[in-house]
């Protein structure tokens, strides 16, 4: 199902997916970051928000980090953002 959802919006399907519909702020950015953790570097993750605050905090959180937002966006069931995990820095 996730193949698809990546194909509807034009996205790659993402390596990892986090829900984190329901969650009130600062959750949604605090999972985002535990879970981007987890991911090789390159990989994507999908994340999915409920709170409003997520479209402002995950955002506001890629710029100052070395990840990229690749997209995000709004649905009827809430926020989603697409972010690539930074590539190590390490040899």
Do not use: Y
Request: charged share 25%; hydrophobic share 40%.
């Amino acid at each position: 199902m996730s193949d698809q959802k990546g194909r509807e919006c034009g996205m790659p399907v993402p390596d990892a997916a986090l829900d984190a519909r329901g969650l009130a702020c600062p959750l949604p950015l605090l999972k985002t970051k535990q879970a981007l953790a987890t991911l090789e570097s390159g990989q994507l993750l999908e994340v999915a928000a409920s709170d409003q605050g997520s479209w402002r905090d995950i955002a506001t959180f890629a710029e100052h980090s070395a990840h990229t937002l690749v997209h995000r966006e709004q649905r009827a069931d809430g926020f989603h953002f697409w972010i690539r995990k930074a590539e190590s820095l390490r040899p």
